[in-house]
């Protein structure tokens, strides 16, 4: 499996858009990328996935570039109940299609 | 819609006591199972996964056995639990085709 950096914590305001960058470099050809949530003492919740350029659902978009080897998860006019830890996913859609999930990113939405 | 339910939500248990966690999952046929554990302010570790009845996959090696003794039903046990095993631990399932996994509410458990 793709290992996966991004950053440890970020801090924004209400109504603010948030942008989490997530590196790849050795992503697969056949690597999914996709972005979860998970809030304290929840399990985590899927939020978007992509394969590459722009997937845009209603709850965020994710921007993919042509090499692949970034993403970056855009939640527009971010609420205090944005605040989560985010993790960033690759892995591909076959076999076993178990998730490895780091630490994540601790995003903390200021009032 | 699909459901799944994990219990117990909270569980105190004594250093060598055996453990036995239930997740099962409705709505759905023959999904992949998983679980995985999380200690505080870390991310998620997986465990075991299950592609059929019968069928486990242990990722790491441990005190920790599951068993999926029907197709929509994964247990994760030990025999004697040890302090190290204190967590959040997390059943999850995979819909064919798709890589979404739906996560169920977790159970925290800690050994004393």
């Known amino acids: 499996l793709a290992k996966t950096t991004q950053p440890i914590s970020m801090d924004s305001y209400e109504g603010q858009e948030v942008n989490i960058t997530c590196s790849h470099n050795?992503?697969?050809?056949?690597?999914?990328i996709t972005w979860y949530q998970q809030f304290p003492s929840q399990g985590p919740r899927f939020i978007i996935q992509g394969y590459k350029t722009k997937v845009t659902n209603e709850v965020a978009s994710l921007f993919i570039p042509a090499d692949r080897k970034s993403s970056t998860l855009s939640l527009p006019r971010v609420s205090l109940s944005d605040t989560a830890v985010y993790y960033c996913?690759?892995?591909?859609?076959?076999?076993?299609?178990?998730?490895?999930f780091g630490s994540g990113t601790r995003l903390q939405v200021q009032p | 819609s699909q459901t799944i339910h994990q219990w117990p939500a909270t569980l105190v248990q004594p250093v060598g006591s055996p453990l036995s966690l239930e997740c099962t999952v409705e709505g759905t046929s023959n999904p992949n199972l998983y679980w995985y554990r999380q200690a505080a302010g870390r991310g998620l570790q997986l465990l075991f996964y299950?592609?059929?009845?019968?069928?486990i996959s242990s990722e790491v090696p441990q005190n920790l056995s599951a068993s999926r003794p029907q197709d929509r039903q994964f247990i994760l046990s030990s025999k004697k639990l040890l302090l190290s095993d204190s967590g959040f631990y997390l059943c999850?399932?995979?819909?064919?085709?798709?890589?979404?996994?739906?996560f169920g509410p977790g159970t925290r458990l800690t050994v004393t």
């Open positions: 050795n992503i697969a050809t056949n690597d999914y």
């Open positions: 996913l690759v892995a591909a859609d076959t076999g076993r299609r178990a998730l490895t």
């Open positions: 999850a399932w995979t819909r064919t085709p798709a890589y979404e996994q739906y």
């Open positions: 299950s592609v059929g009845i019968g069928q």
